[in-house]
């Protein structure tokens, strides 16, 4: 039951920013929703929603600083010698249990058609297995091959954390030990409107959306599972989406280069299909380790190509990246920059009214993965096989779809039982 006081004191906060329109269909809430928006206002960092949307409104600048190509190992080119070498290097570490794997799965699977939590979606083509399935396979399968143990730390959302667990559940972890498989939500950011309001969702709480996948650091940090691995003395950690099927999740590869390198992380690159991809690609930006998104890119570096004719900026970034722990504390301490999208968005109006606007009318605010990149002196990039370790699942129909992933996922474990992949 929220006390007098205490709505007193939100509505204070709110007078201060402006924003004393969140409480207009407060008496016609239930006490549990009173009590949600009244500790929402609480803990909403006003001050930064007032910098966001400011932000929102300022004109896209084009980038700045000297950008040039970054290097990169490509595994499938590598010598006997040299494989053998970062193998060895990183399978001791996995063995000493000083590696961990965090999935990135706050999303539902709208975009397929598919009202659930992403990661329960089932490939198929005779498959049948979910995505947390397929990962937990490549987890389990990398404990046994290393007798390690080899926790997993699950990102989920306020929207589907609770449809997660109870899917782990039902299928009983899918023969993971329950303490080494963790649940933690996304952090979250209000959506304003082009005035700079806060919006009412549809229940008439604060709207609220994901804060992107570069809030995977803060958020580990607040649900106290940067220290769980400290405690557990991991060393390495591999994170990456839920959408990738074929996601290379446990690799003595990655590790070792980074080892021998004398870098903390690695990024895990494809080579883009052609110079007019859309795609993020890895490179520097003064002198350091920088991904350049699509739309920042010029025409004539996306066509650019060194003396062996291969692309200067054609090393996609696949969201499959490998961190030392004391880059995630580094970057945890400092908050990334947000991005801004512009969006439709239902919502509830003064009159109660659920409105769903024709365009869009709200911004919200993402924090990118590969922003954190520039915190570091320098990182290895290693170059993958795209059939081995990039099928992705984000559309519905066509390319990077439910079928193409599928087949990916089918061909890889074919090359697999054949031998023609260690």
Known sequence: MVEDIEYQEALKKLKKYGQEHLLCRYESLDDEKKEKIINQIKNIDFDQTIELFNIANKSIKKIDGEIS????????????????KYYNIGKKEIEQGKYAVVTMAGGQGTRLGYVAPKGTFKIGG?????????????????????NAKIPWYIMTSRENNNATEKFFEKNDFFGMPYEDVKFFKQGELPMLDTEGKLMLDETGVIKLSADGHGGVFESLVKNGYLEDMKKRGIEWVFISGVDNVLAGLVDPIAVGLAITEGTLATGKSVVKRSPSENVGVFCKRNGKPYVIEYTEITEEMANARDDKGELLYGESHILTNLFNIKALENIAQNKLPYHKAFKKAKYMDANGEIIKPEKPNAY????????????????????????????PLKNAEGEDSPNTATQLYINYMERKTKGLID
């Open 126 to 146: 005779g498959v049948e297995k979910s995505l947390f399935e397929a990962l937990s396979d490549t987890i389990k399968e990398a404990r046994n091959k290393f």
């Open 69 to 84: 190509s970054i290097e990169y190992v490509d595994k499938s080119k590598l010598s006997k010698e040299q494989y053998e």
């Open 364 to 391: 919200k605010y993402e924090a990118f993965i590969f922003d954190a990149f520039e915190s570091l002196n320098s990182m290895s990039i290693l170059r993958v096989k795209r059939e081995d370790e990039f099928a």
